[in-house]
C-alpha cells in the first residue's frame, strides 16, 4: 500500500482585473466534451494585461439564437449565412471586446468571469434588434452593470451596462 498525498491547489487562473469592458483577442478556441455535451472553450488575450488569458464557453452550435451566432456576428462582422460552415480555428485571432463581471459559479459563490463578448471598435457588425422595450422595462430595476453600478444602456445582446462601460463601447 502506498501512502501518496495530494496538495490542494486553484483549479484555472482566477482573474485577477477589474469588472469592466477590454479591447481583447482571441487566443484559442477549442472543443471540449463536458456535461453539457460539445462546446468551445474560448482563451482571450488583453490588449491592457497580458499575463491575464480570460477564457469563456459557448455551445459548439451555430444555431441563429445560440451564444455562437452572437460571438461569430460580432467577431466577423457579419451575422452567418445559413448553411455556412465554421472551422472554430477561423475566430483565433478576431478582435472583440471582453465585458468581466461579477457571476455564479457551480458551486454558487460568486467569481469574476467574462459575461459576454461585444464587437471591437472598427469592427462593421450586421446590426441586430434591440431587446424588445417592454423586457428592458421589465428587467431594468433588477438589472446592474458588470461592475455592480446602476444601468443607464444595454448593448444589442441585451447586456445591461452603467454609464461608464456604455462609454467605452463603439459608436
Request: charged share 25%; with cysteine; proline share 8%.
Amino acid at each position: 500500500m502506498t501512502t501518496e498525498t495530494l496538495e490542494a491547489y486553484q483549479s484555472g487562473k482566477p482573474l485577477d482585473i477589474d469588472p469592466g469592458v477590454y479591447a481583447a483577442a482571441i487566443l484559442e478556441v477549442e472543443k471540449v466534451t463536458g456535461e453539457f455535451g460539445d462546446q468551445l472553450r474560448f482563451t482571450f488575450s488583453l490588449d491592457d494585461v497580458p499575463d491575464c488569458e480570460p477564457w469563456a464557453w459557448c455551445s459548439y452550435k451555430l444555431g441563429s439564437q445560440t451564444k455562437l451566432w452572437r460571438w461569430f456576428t460580432a467577431l466577423k462582422g457579419r451575422a452567418p449565412t445559413i448553411g455556412e460552415r465554421l472551422a472554430p480555428r477561423e475566430l483565433v485571432g478576431c478582435r472583440c471586446l471582453l465585458v468581466v463581471g461579477p457571476k455564479k459559479s457551480k458551486g454558487g459563490d460568486e467569481v469574476l468571469g467574462v459575461t459576454d463578448l461585444l464587437r471591437a471598435k472598427g469592427t462593421k457588425a450586421a446590426p441586430q434588434p434591440p431587446p424588445p422595450q417592454d423586457a428592458l422595462t421589465a428587467t431594468a430595476d433588477a438589472a446592474e452593470c458588470c461592475c455592480g453600478g446602476a444601468v443607464e444602456a444595454y448593448t444589442s445582446a441585451g447586456v445591461p451596462l452603467c454609464a461608464k462601460h456604455a462609454a467605452e463601447l463603439p459608436a
